[in-house]
C-alpha cells in the first residue's frame, strides 16, 4: 500500500479547503479529495488509543521517531513494537528534540518525538523553542497522566501545553481517543504548511488505553487557518519598478527561501538582475557560495562587502527573512536610506523590526517566481537600471577585506584550517551540522556551501548541545550523505550521549570536536570587552584533558581520534572519512585565543564593524 508524505496530505488539504470554500463550509475541510489520501483508506477497525496514535503516524507516512518510553507514554510503545514506523531510542529527550529537527531540516519532512509525562516532556523544551525559532517542522507527541489527574498535581505531571504555549506553531491536549487520527493529521498540516514549526501533541494515558474505532482519512477543523501562498500582483509590480529603478540594491535571503524549495528560482531572479546577494546564517546554500553575485553573510560576524552592501543599500529585497538582531545591529541605524521590500509567508514577520515601503505576504517560491515575471516585463519596457558602479564599490571590498586568519603565534593548531580543511576534503555534498559558538561561526565562514540543505545550525535560539543529535537525525534522514557534526568542546559535553544511540542504531555519524579548552565565544567577550577576566570559562579539556575525548568516543562505541598539528589534520580527516560503519569523534586541540572576525559588537551599528581587532574597515564615502 502506498501512503502520502506529509507533504500531499498538506497539498490535498489545501486543495480541499478550497473546495469547500465553494461550499461555504471551508472550516471543516477533509484530507479524502485524492486518490493518493484514499488509497490509505482503512476499513473501520476497533483498537485503543495508542492502536490509534500508530495506525496515524503510518498513515501519514512516518518512517521514523525519536524517543524514550515512560508510565503515561507506555501504552502507545506496545503497538509501535509491531509498527513499520522505526524507534530509535535516545539516550535524553532533548536528543530525541533536536535529532527531530536535524532530520526535518535535512530532508524537508516533518520530524517526529515522542516523550512520557512531566520531565520527559520538559525535557523536550529547549529542542521545541529551538525548531520554532528557525521555522522547523517537528511534531512533539507527550504522554499525559490521565485525564482525572490532571491538575491534581499527580506524580509526573506537568502541563506542557501550557508550558509551550509560546514557543509551538499550535499544540493540542487530547481530550478523547477518537480524536487521535483528526488531531494527529492536523498536526503534520500545520506543522509543515505556511511558515513551518514545531506542533506539539499532548494525549493523556487513560485516552491512549481507551478503546476506540480507527479510520483514515480524518475531516482536518482549522478555522482560520489559511497561510497566504500568492503574492499581492499590485506589490509585485511595485516590487519590480524597484528593483529596476535602484542603484545599490541587495537581496537579503533568509531562511524561508529553503523552507520554501525556492532556490532555483532565486538564482535565476539574481542572474536576470544583476543584483548582489547577502544570505542569512539559515539560508546559507540558498545561493552558492561560489556565485560571483554573492557577497557572503551579513551580520555580527558576516563578511564586510555584505554588511556594508546592506547597510548602503538604496534598496533591500528581503525574501523569506526577518531583521533579527544579529543582521541589523543597532535597529535605528541599519541601512538609513534603504527602501524596503519584505516578502514572508508570516504577515507577523512585516514590519516587526523594520518598516515595510512594500509588503508582501506569501510564499517565496511564488514571490520569487512572480516577481521574474514583473521583472522580465519592466525588461521588456526598457526599465532598467545601471549598477555597475555599485559592484566596483563591493567589489573593492571583497578584494581589501576578504575572510581569513592569523595562524597562532603560540604555535597551536588554527581551528579556522580545520574547518576549512574539513570543508575542502569532505566537499560540497556532505551536510554540515555545527553547534552553537566560535566554531558555529567558522563552519559558516569557511566552508563553502553551495547546495541547499547542506548546513544545520541553531540560529535563533543558539542552542549548545544542538549538533550531535541533529546529525543523528540529519543522517537518518539522509543515510547516503556523509554528516559532519562540527562541535565544540563545551557543546559537545551537553549531548554527547546520543553517540550511544548512533553506536548501537547503525547511525555513523561524524563529529570534530573544536577543543580549545574554553567556552570559546565567551571567552573571545571577556577578552574583548571584560578586561581579559575570565571568569568561569576555562573547561579544563585542555589542561587536564578531562574528558579525554578519544576514551570517551570509545567508551560510547565510536571510533575515537585526536589530531594536534597542522601537519596531521588532511590525514585524521581523510582517516574519519574512510570509516563509514561507524560513528567517528575527532578531538582536534586548537589553540584558545582564536577569535570570529570580522565582528560588529552587540547593540553597536553595522557601520562600527569591525575587519579585525582594532582594524576598522576604511569606507570610502565619496562612493556612496
Known amino acids: 500500500m502506498t501512503r502520502p508524505t506529509p507533504e500531499t496530505l498538506a497539498n490535498t488539504a489545501r486543495r480541499a479547503r478550497t473546495a469547500a470554500e465553494s461550499t461555504g463550509d471551508a472550516d471543516h475541510a477533509s484530507v479524502a479529495a485524492t486518490p493518493a489520501v484514499a488509497a490509505v483508506r482503512s476499513a473501520q477497525a476497533q483498537v485503543s488509543g495508542a492502536g490509534s496514535l500508530v495506525r496515524s503516524l503510518e498513515a501519514l507516512d512516518v518512517d521514523v521517531v525519536f524517543g524514550i518510553p515512560g ?20 539516550r535524553h529527550e532533548q536528543g530525541a528534540g533536536h535529532a527531530a529537527t536535524g532530520y526535518a531540516q535535512a530532508t524537508g519532512r516533518v520530524g517526529v518525538c515522542i516523550a512520557t509525562s512531566g520531565p520527559g516532556a520538559t525535557n523536550l523544551v529547549t529542542p521545541i523553542a529551538d525548531a520554532y525559532m528557525d521555522s522547523v517542522p517537528v511534531v512533539a507527541i507527550t504522554g499525559q497522566v490521565a485525564r482525572p489527574s490532571i491538575g491534581t498535581d499527580a506524580f509526573q505531571e506537568a502541563d506542557i501545553q501550557g508550558i509551550t504555549l509560546p514557543i509551538t506553531k499550535h499544540n493540542f491536549l487530547v481530550q478523547e481517543p477518537s480524536e487521535i487520527p483528526r488531531v494527529l493529521a492536523e498536526a503534520f498540516h500545520l506543522a509543515s504548511t505556511g511558515r513551518p514549526g514545531p506542533v506539539l501533541v499532548d494525549i493523556p494515558k487513560d485516552v491512549l488505553q481507551a478503546s476506540t474505532t480507527f479510520a483514515w482519512p480524518p475531516t482536518l477543523d482549522l478555522p482560520g487557518y489559511r497561510p497566504t501562498l500568492h503574492p499581492h500582483g499590485k506589490q509585485i509590480r511595485e516590487a519590480a519598478r524597484l528593483m529596476s529603478n535602484a542603484r545599490r540594491p541587495v537581496l537579503y535571503v533568509g531562511g524561508g527561501v529553503l523552507k520554501a524549495g ?19 546564517l539559515m539560508a546559507l546554500g540558498a545561493f552558492p557560495d561560489s556565485h560571483r553575485q554573492h557577497l557572503g ?13 546592506l547597510q548602503k543599500a538604496d534598496l533591500i529585497v528581503a525574501l523569506g527573512a526577518r531583521f533579527d538582531d544579529r543582521v541589523t545591529g543597532k535597529l535605528d541605524s541599519f541601512a538609513p536610506d534603504a527602501t524596503v521590500v519584505h516578502a514572508d509567508i508570516d504577515p507577523a514577520e ?39 558602479d555599485w559592484w566596483v564599490q563591493l567589489n573593492d571590498l571583497r578584494e581589501r577585506y576578504p575572510l ?78 556523509v554528516v559532519w557534526a562540527v562541535d565544540g568542546d563545551g557543546c559537545f559535553q551537553m549531548t554527547n550521549q546520543e553517540l550511544a544511540t548512533c553506536a548501537l542504531e547503525g547511525i555513523p555519524v561524524k563529529i570534530a570536536v573544536i577543543n580549545n579548552g574554553n567556552l570559546g565565544m565567551v571567552r573571545q567577550w571577556q577578552t574583548l570587552f571584560y578586561n ?65 572576525w570580522p565582528m560588529v559588537a552587540a547593540g553597536t551599528s553595522n557601520d562600527e564593524i569591525m575587519f579585525a581587532r582594532g582594524v576598522r574597515p576604511a569606507f570610502d564615502e565619496d562612493d556612496i
Open 71 to 90: 508510565g503515561a507514554i507506555l501504552p502507545a510503545y506496545d503497538p509501535l513494537y509491531d509498527s513499520t514506523v522505526r524507534h530509535i531510542l535516545v
Open 262 to 280: 525556492a532556490t532555483d528560482g532565486l538564482r535565476r531572479l539574481a542572474e536576470l538582475t544583476g543584483i548582489p546577494v547577502v544570505t542569512t
Open 297 to 309: 553573510m551579513p551580520g555580527m560576524h558576516g563578511t564586510v562587502a555584505a554588511v556594508y552592501g
Open 350 to 388: 512585516i514590519g516587526k523590526n523594520r518598516h515595510a515601503d512594500v509588503p508582501i505576504v506569501g510564499d517565496a517560491r511564488h514571490v520569487i517566481d512572480e516577481l521574474l515575471g514583473a521583472v522580465t516585463t519592466e525588461r521588456a519596457a526598457g526599465r532598467t537600471t545601471d549598477i555597475a
Open 404 to 481: 581569513g586568519y592569523d595562524e597562532p603565534e603560540d604555535g597551536t593548531l588554527s581551528p579556522q584550517y580545520v574547518i576549512k580543511r574539513l570543508g575542502e576534503i569532505a566537499g560540497p555534498d556532505a551536510i554540515y551540522v555545527a553547534g552553537v559558538g566560535q566554531h558555529q561561526m567558522w563552519a559558516s565562514q569557511f566552508i563553502s556551501y553551495e547546495q541547499p540543505q547542506t548546513w544545520l545550525n541553531s540560529g535563533g535560539l543558539g542552542t549548545m548541545g544542538y549538533a550531535v543529535p541533529a546529525a543523528m537525525g540529519a543522517k537518518v534522514g539522509r543515510p547516503d550523505t
Open 532 to 596: 581579559e577576566r575570565y571568569s568561569n570559562t576555562e573547561l579544563g579539556t585542555h589542561k587536564h584533558r578531562i574528558p579525554d575525548f578519544v576514551k570517551l568516543a570509545e567508551a560510547l562505541g565510536c571510533v575515537g581520534l585526536r589530531c594536534e598539528t597542522a601537519e596531521d589534520v588532511d590525514r585524521t580527516i581523510e582517516a574519519a572519512m574512510s570509516i563509514n560503519d561507524a560513528p567517528v569523534v575527532v578531538d582536534f586541540v586548537v589553540g584558545k585565543d582564536a577569535m570570529v
